[in-house]
């Protein structure tokens, strides 16, 4: 059976570590005799130089013909100053939603070889492996956004209307986003966060800011429904702003955590610091089937794109994500994640994981490092 992969390799460092993930998805066809068909397609900054919009509407329509989507990074000072909608970070926001990709899975895991990368003691991220489930078609990233200037013909009066009440607003320019979370919402990937338990350590912290937020008042009480199902999952609650803290001082206490689509943005780049860099952490974007969106979480690094510096790990760790849930190809995706930590254990090291005695090397390098583990694996 052919596996369809829509590539997306965007911009910055995006398509050099997407042509190291591709790499790497070569070794594993030609080892386990699979084929992989992809097919390139323009998002993001690209998109808007070459069609004149972020998420061009071809994108998309062949993107929802295939089996799974590898996407790079999106984003460069160039577009910039481009208007909140055209911006290239409407291209995954556009993804996910019209994929109905509504869970972002982003696995933390501390690999042995890098526990000296971290900035954190070795002690205390050593061993840690925690999966963040972050909610990711809702929240303040889809309420509703709005500029207005107070003062205006009508500016005010539409706000009020949208708020359904009163606001004593002072005159000038006044923006809002809101945060908004329907049971619904929180029930399916309340479920997803409890069935990703199951198969590992039993244990979810959901984090909210139920002090504060009707949102996560309802987010808990929603979290507190869907334990009933799994009786043999402990369930915490923590306030995001106490996670913030825990996450750096003791990793280890963590299991699965559940959040909203904000929260699991930051807190996820703070969790990227436990495994040595930003550059290691992949994710998997999931809706109801096995379609899924797998990128790297890092951004597009304008500032080290095309200098073959780039770590391409969180890409190539994204790639298994893919066979795993995607393509159901567990063996594989073990391969891979073997491959990677086989790379690792030898020394090598790209330029943000790099330290003192181990072998430096790009972007290219490691991914044909990597894939080649793969081809000579026993
Ligand atoms: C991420 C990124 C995106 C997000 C941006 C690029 C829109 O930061 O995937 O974490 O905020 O979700
Ligand atoms: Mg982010």
Excluded: C
């Excluded at 460069?76 to 481009?82: A, C, L, T």
């Excluded at 409407?90 to 000296?116: C, K, M, T, W, Y």
């Excluded at 825990?246 to 963590?254: A, T």
């Amino acid at each position: 059976m052919d596996h369809r992969i829509a590539v997306i390799k965007g911009d910055g460092v995006g398509p050099e570590v997407v042509d190291a993930a591709l790499g790497v998805l070569d070794a594993v066809a030609k080892k386990y005799g699979h084929k992989f068909k992809s097919q390139q397609l323009l998002a993001g900054g690209a998109a808007i130089d070459e069609e004149g919009a972020p998420l061009p509407k071809k994108t998309l329509k062949e993107a929802k013909k295939t089996d799974a989507v590898l996407l790079g990074a999106v984003g460069g000072p160039k577009w910039d100053s481009q208007p909140g909608e055209k911006r290239p970070e409407q291209a995954i926001l556009g993804l996910r939603e019209e994929l109905a990709l509504f869970a972002n899975l982003r696995p933390v895991s501390v690999r042995e070889a890098l526990v000296d990368a971290s900035p954190l003691k070795a002690e205390i991220v050593s061993g840690a492996d925690l999966l963040i489930v972050r909610e990711l078609t809702g929240g303040i990233y889809f309420g509703s956004h709005g500029t207005e200037v107070i003062g205006e013909a009508n500016a005010f009066g539409r706000f009020v209307d949208f708020l359904k009440k009163e606001k004593t607003l002072p005159p000038g320019r006044f923006a809002y986003d809101v945060e908004q979370y329907s049971e619904v919402e929180i029930r399916r990937i309340g479920e997803l966060a409890f069935e990703m338990a199951m198969k590992r350590n039993k244990r979810v912290t959901s984090v909210d800011k139920a002090n504060v937020l009707d949102s996560s008042r309802l987010w808990r009480q929603v979290m507190e429904e869907v334990r009933v199902k799994y009786p043999e999952v402990r369930l915490n609650h923590m306030y995001v702003d106490n996670m913030a803290q825990q996450l750096i001082l003791d990793p280890k206490q963590f299991d699965v955590i559940v959040t909203s689509n904000l929260f699991g943005d930051i807190l996820s780049d703070e969790a990227s610091q436990i495994t040595g860099s930003i550059g290691m952490l992949p994710s998997a974007s999931l809706g109801d089937g096995t379609f899924g969106l797998y990128e790297p979480i890092h951004g597009s690094a304008p500032d080290i794109a095309g200098r073959d510096l780039a770590n391409p790990i969180a890409t190539i760790l994204s790639a298994a994500l893919m066979l795993r849930y995607s393509f159901g190809m567990l063996e594989e995706a073990i391969a891979v994640e073997q491959a990677v930590d086989g790379f690792l254990l030898a020394g090598n090291r790209t330029p943000d994981i790099y330290v003192e005695g181990m072998t430096k090397v790009g972007t290219a390098e490691a991914g044909r490092l990597i894939a080649e583990r793969i081809g000579s694996a026993a």
